[in-house]
């Protein structure tokens, strides 16, 4: 499928710097990258005639990454009890300003800062890919910058 191929050429690193921001690992972004494309792939007689493919692809990513924590979650809790939450971007090494300041960010807040801020979507378009409405987009957008902001700040 040619027109797959271009697509997946122009979105990989897309998808993939998306999902190592909101993951916080590289494995794990990888897989969701790859179970995403996988999950297009499939649809993609239907996902091609879209208005937005890309769109569709990124929240697929969303999706995946929601369920794979939720998983991981739930088998956390049912092995360990209930178990503390910790971020799973407190075991990402510390190498760069923007990791450190995203770690105290909901997954929500750093989804919505990536969709807007990093891939360039507006907060109707991130609404749409995440499922909620542009005025959660905007205020999850300001509050995870305003927390990443104070973070950066305090770290000076």
């Not at 996902?47 to 939720?70: W, Y």
Request: net charge positive; with cysteine.
């Amino acid at each position: 499928m040619p027109q797959f191929e271009a697509f997946f050429e122009e979105y990989s690193l897309k998808v993939f710097g998306a999902m190592c921001l909101v993951a916080g690992n590289r494995q794990e972004a990888e897989e969701i990258t790859q179970d995403a494309f996988l999950r297009v792939w499939e649809r993609w007689d239907r996902v091609s005639n879209l208005e937005d493919p890309a769109g569709f692809l990124f929240r697929t990513a969303m999706n995946v990454f929601r369920d794979r924590t939720r998983r991981a979650t739930l088998a956390a809790r049912r092995t360990l009890g209930l178990a503390d939450r910790t971020d799973d971007l407190a075991a990402v090494e510390d190498r760069n300003e923007l990791v450190s300041a995203m770690r105290r960010l909901t997954p929500h807040q750093r989804a919505a800062l990536v969709l807007t801020g990093y891939l360039g979507y507006s907060s109707s378009e991130a609404a749409g890919i995440l499922g909620v409405q542009a005025s959660t987009v905007r205020a999850l957008s300001t509050k995870g910058r305003a927390t990443a902001r104070a973070t950066a700040e305090g770290r000076r």
